[in-house]
């Protein structure tokens, strides 16, 4: 049964940085491409970064520059560094895997993803 296990959320600082990680257990087979999502409060989820199974990356567009998502090279366990956190930034961050490569959804869509792991909070304030 694969398993997903967010870690490294917290209390940070405006401007600072923070390191998330997603533990992959349980896997079969290669991931087609993993992605970082996250949800605020009363918002609905959004996709912030994905790494496709060659490496190519995608940022959304208010995370650009800022984050920064890896994946060790046995695609155990994906990252997201994200330096010069911002208050908006504050919300619950959401690892996912899609291994079928469901390429009619774009990486943005939820749909793509058929596991998700349970989340990690993160908070930044001054």
């Known amino acids: 049964q694969v398993r997903l296990v967010e870690s490294g959320g917290g209390s940070v600082q405006i401007g600072g940085p923070l390191r998330l990680s997603c533990k992959i257990s349980?896997?079969?087979?290669?991931?087609?491409?993993v992605a970082w999502f996250r949800q605020a409060p009363e918002k609905e989820r959004e996709a912030v970064a994905v790494m496709f199974d060659l490496g190519t990356t995608h940022y959304a567009d208010f995370v650009k520059g800022r984050f920064t998502i890896s994946q060790d090279g046995n695609q155990k366990s994906v990252n997201l560094e994200m330096n010069n956190l911002k208050p908006e930034d504050t919300a619950t961050y959401y690892c996912a895997v899609d291994f079928k490569g469901n390429t009619r959804f774009n990486w943005r869509d939820r749909r793509a993803y058929q596991h998700w792991g349970k989340g990690t909070q993160v908070t930044v304030s001054s």
């Open positions: 349980g896997a079969i087979y290669s991931t087609y491409r």
